[in-house]
Structure formats: C-alpha cells, structure tokens
C-alpha cells in the first residue's frame, strides 16, 4: 500500500507571495492532519481534516489555511508569506480523527523556503 | 493541557552500546504516548505507541519503551546501538487527535 504522498517536496518562494502545498493520504485513511517543523519552534500542530471537515486547529494565523476534497486528498494554503513560515510542512493521516488509537503515518514533507 | 518533554536535545553512544532517550509527559487522563524517528530529509516513521495494553511496548528495530505512571515517563530503549539508528527521535503524547511533540532528540552513533 502507498504511503502518505505530498508535492512538491521543495518550493521557494519570495515574501508576500502565497503558496499551495498537498497531500494525498493513504488509501482508505479519511483523516489529513499537517504539521509545521522549525528548528526553533520543533513540530507545531496546524489543522486536522476528516470527511472534508476541519475538525481541529493549532494556534497559527488566519493566513494558514486548508481543505480537503472527497476523495480526502488535502491540500494547504499560506498566503502573504512571511521569511519565518520557512519550514518543513508535513502531512499525516489515519482512518479516522479523534481517538488517541489511531497511529497518524507521516509523508515525507515539503520543504519551503520563503526568501 | 498536554504536554511532553524531551531530556537532552543530543544524545552519543557508542555502536553497541545501550540507547536511552528520555521522554516525560504531562496528562491529567490516561495518555495515548508515540516515539517517531526522523532520518535526514525524510517524514517521520512511526517506532511504537502505548495504548494501555501493555507497560512495555515493543517497536520496530528493535526499540522498546516503558510506560511508568508513578514518574510520568515513557523512555525509549534499545540494547545495542547501530550505526543506521543515527537520526532525530520524537516523543509526542495525543490529545484529541492531534499530536503534541517533544523537542525532540538527536541520535549519534560512534563506530
């Protein structure tokens, strides 16, 4: 089975622009959680999605943004893009939210660079 | 509010030697307690988790953790270091769905 798979793995960017990252869970997994990892911040909670819902979210600004699609695929948006959202986003998913039960598996990451 | 704490942010063994990464919760229910394992420009890969099933939990590689009520601690072991198990380890503790993390700790292994 096909692990968690994001795109584009590197991206930079300049300041003020907005960027789209996504996510596409494993198959049969209907819940999409992203993270944020700095060095200085370590790994910070985003947003969870299930059944195209957002069901929770971290304590990030309204600039950060999300969704997920039918076929639970997600993606996440940050506009006006400041040099600290520098950073690696990754995407985890599991069957379902909420229960500390179900294992969230991790896909690579994106990494991305605000210049 | 939930919270984990890594002890040492690095941490260097000899190849062999016995591997101890500390990790200390705070949980005011019965917590759900995970180690994740990083390797250089890759996601993290699951090791174990602790469900209340067992105290000790056997993971991957041969990695093992125990689960101590009374300190609060959910330390990850492994009897002999090898070199491949050089990498940034994470413990993090569940609350409602979304995972709280450690700063994480950095592995070197010495030949």
């Known amino acids: 089975k096909a692990g968690v798979t994001q795109t584009p793995r590197y991206l930079i960017k300049t300041r003020g622009q907005q960027v789209t990252l996504s996510c596409s869970p494993i198959?049969?997994?209907?819940?999409v959680s992203w993270y944020q990892q700095t060095p200085g911040q370590g790994l910070q909670f985003l947003f969870e999605y299930f059944s195209e819902t957002q069901r929770n979210k971290g304590n990030f600004p309204g600039r950060f943004s999300g969704r997920q699609f039918s076929n639970s695929r997600s993606e996440m948006n940050v506009s006006t893009l400041e040099l600290g959202d520098s950073a690696l986003y990754l995407c985890?998913?599991?069957?379902?939210?909420?229960?500390?039960?179900?294992?969230?598996?991790f896909g690579p990451g994106t990494r991305l660079l605000v210049l | 509010a939930q919270s984990v704490t890594q002890l040492g942010s690095h941490v260097s063994v000899s190849e062999g030697a016995l591997v101890l990464l500390r990790c200390n919760y705070s949980?005011?229910?019965?917590?759900?307690l995970f180690w994740y394992v990083q390797y250089p420009n890759q996601g993290l890969q699951l090791l174990l988790k602790y469900t209340s099933a067992a105290t000790l939990v056997k993971g991957i590689n041969d990695f093992e953790a125990e689960f101590k009520k009374s300190e609060t601690s959910f330390h990850l072991t492994k009897p002999s270091a090898h070199m491949s198990d050089a990498a940034e380890y994470f413990c993090?503790?569940?609350?409602?769905?979304?995972?709280?993390f450690g700063q994480g700790t950095e592995l070197s292994v010495k030949p």
């Open positions: 198959s049969g997994h209907r819940s």
């Open positions: 985890a998913s599991s069957h379902r939210p909420g229960t500390g039960e179900e294992t969230q598996y």
């Open positions: 949980s005011s229910v019965p917590p759900y």
């Open positions: 993090a503790v569940d609350q409602g769905g979304k995972l709280i």
